[in-house]
C-alpha cells in the first residue's frame, strides 16, 4: 500500500468509532472525544481547571472584543469522520459557517486558530493533553495550541506554534513557569498575554 492510499480496514474502524461516539450517552460530569483513533472517556475537570479555564476564555474574549473572533468553550472539534476534540478554550471566528461541519456536530478543525487544554491530575490525563492530543492537534494544522499545567514542575504554560502536520509536531514550542508571562505570537489572539491572573501564582 502507497503511502497516499488509506487502509480500508482503518476507514472502516474510523466509521465505526464516530458513529459509535455519536451515539453514545454519558451521565453528567462525562465528556468522549475520539483522539489518535480511540473513544477516549473522561470526568469534566475539577474546580481549579474550571476556573482556568473560564479565567482564559474571558480574558480572551474581551481581548478579541473588537474583532470578527470569539472564544468558546464545551464547544466540539471536528476533523472529517475521524477525531472529535472537545477543548477546553478555543478561538474560531464569530461568524463561522456551521456547514464547515456537515453534521452540525463542531467546528471544522480547518476553522479554529487557536486550542487550549488545561491538564487534569493523573497521567492518564496528563499523556492525553501532553502528548496524544499535542499530536493530534499539530496533524490537523491547528496554529496555537496553549497547555496550562499544574502538574508540571510548580506549574507551566505551553505555547506552540507552526504545527507540522506531517510529523505530528511542532516547530515553536515556548514553555514558562507560572509567575512568568508568556504572549501568544500569532493569529487572532497575536499579543495576548497569559501569566498569573489567569493561572495563578507558582505551585508549592
Not at 51 to 65: D, G, K, T, V
Not at 97 to 123: F, Q, T
Amino acid at each position: 500500500m502507497s503511502e497516499n492510499e488509506v487502509d480500508p480496514d482503518a476507514a472502516e474502524l474510523d466509521a465505526v468509532f464516530w458513529e459509535a461516539w455519536k451515539a453514545m450517552e454519558l451521565p453528567e460530569g462525562y465528556r468522549a472525544e475520539i483522539i489518535e483513533g480511540i473513544i477516549d472517556v473522561q470526568r469534566i475537570g475539577r474546580m481549579r481547571h474550571g476556573l482556568i479555564a473560564n479565567r482564559l476564555s474571558e480574558a480572551l474574549s474581551l481581548s478579541l472584543r473588537e474583532d470578527t473572533y470569539a472564544a468558546y468553550q464545551a464547544m466540539a472539534v471536528t476533523l472529517g469522520r475521524r477525531h472529535v476534540w472537545m477543548p477546553d478554550v478555543l478561538v474560531a471566528s464569530e461568524g463561522w459557517d456551521p456547514r464547515a461541519d456537515v453534521e452540525g456536530i463542531g467546528i471544522a478543525a480547518s476553522a479554529v486558530h487557536l486550542v487550549a487544554e488545561v491538564v487534569s491530575r493523573g497521567k492518564r490525563h496528563q499523556d492525553r493533553d501532553r502528548v496524544r492530543k499535542r499530536r493530534d492537534y499539530a496533524r490537523a494544522g491547528i496554529p496555537v495550541y496553549v497547555i496550562t499545567d499544574d502538574y508540571d514542575d510548580h506549574g507551566t504554560v505551553t505555547v506552540l506554534t507552526q504545527p507540522r502536520p506531517e510529523k505530528a509536531d511542532w516547530v515553536g514550542v515556548h514553555r514558562v513557569a507560572y509567575g512568568t508571562e508568556v504572549t501568544i505570537p500569532e493569529g487572532p489572539a497575536k499579543g495576548f498575554v497569559i501569566g498569573e491572573a489567569i493561572t495563578g501564582p507558582k505551585r508549592a
